[in-house]
């Protein structure tokens, strides 16, 4: 089936700094992707909508200059927490809609130390 | 736009035992309704889906059950065992362009 691909599964990072997290479609376009943060326990918060070419749209909340989000090809996306801080630290999964289903990546844990 | 709802946010039950997780939506346009288990610290994964022109589907432990006049669906584990122990999340989408998830259900299979 259709597998989304999501890098690094964990990285640690100062305070400060900026990380990068990538989300590839192996063996599928995908001209959307979805960005999402989940907190220990709870549900999945979408985060924004990559799309190839432009501009993601993000959601209500959710801070576009910190969050920074590319999508300069039909098979990959990245999100970079810029700046990031303590409270950033959570766990983030990319997803995509191929042939009609919705498959997620294997989410990174990012903590900010 | 489309709402759902799922119940329990937990659910515990004795090895061998059933689990039932329960969800409503809103849009009758919906007619696509996807099941996902996440294991701790993974992603998501579909696990069964169910479209809007059947009202049940069984893959060996695990069935999904659809009323649409009712505009809810539901999950059925039977002889639960440990290692279904995680997070369950339903979704409904309209012709899958647009997906909109449940909060979630964690599962815990008690041994």
């Known amino acids: 089936g259709a597998v989304v691909s999501q890098h690094p599964s964990r990285v640690i990072c100062k305070s400060g700094t900026s990380v990068k997290i990538e989300c590839r479609s192996l063996?599928?376009?995908?001209?959307?992707m979805f960005w999402y943060r989940q907190f220990p326990k709870q549900s999945l918060m979408l985060m924004a909508t990559?799309?190839?070419?432009?501009?993601?749209?993000?959601e209500q909340g959710v801070e576009k200059d910190k969050f920074l989000i590319n999508h300069a090809s039909l098979t990959l996306s990245t999100l970079t927490v810029t700046s990031a801080h303590p409270e950033d630290s959570s766990f983030y999964i990319c997803?995509?809609?191929?042939?009609?289903?919705?498959?997620f990546g294997s989410g990174t844990r990012l903590t900010v130390v | 736009g489309e709402n759902v709802e799922q119940h329990p946010s937990t659910l515990s039950v004795q090895e061998g035992d059933s689990a039932v997780i329960k969800c409503t939506y809103s849009?009758?346009?919906?007619?696509?309704f996807p099941w996902y288990k996440q294991e701790l610290g993974k992603g998501p994964q579909l696990i069964i889906d169910?479209?809007?022109?059947?009202g049940e589907k069984k893959d060996q432990r695990i069935a999904v059950t659809l009323n649409k006049t009712a505009k809810h669906f539901s999950l059925h584990i039977t002889e639960t065992q440990p290692e279904d122990s995680a997070v369950y999340f339903c979704?409904?989408?309209?012709?899958?362009?647009?997906?909109?998830f449940g909060t979630g259900t964690s599962l815990t299979v008690i041994p």
């Open positions: 997803s995509a809609i191929p042939g009609g289903g919705y498959t």
């Open positions: 063996d599928f376009q995908a001209t959307t």
């Open positions: 990559s799309n190839e070419g432009s501009k993601a749209t993000y």
């Open positions: 849009d009758s346009a919906s007619n696509y």
């Open positions: 169910i479209r809007s022109n059947v």
């Open positions: 979704a409904a989408s309209i012709n899958s362009n647009q997906f909109y």
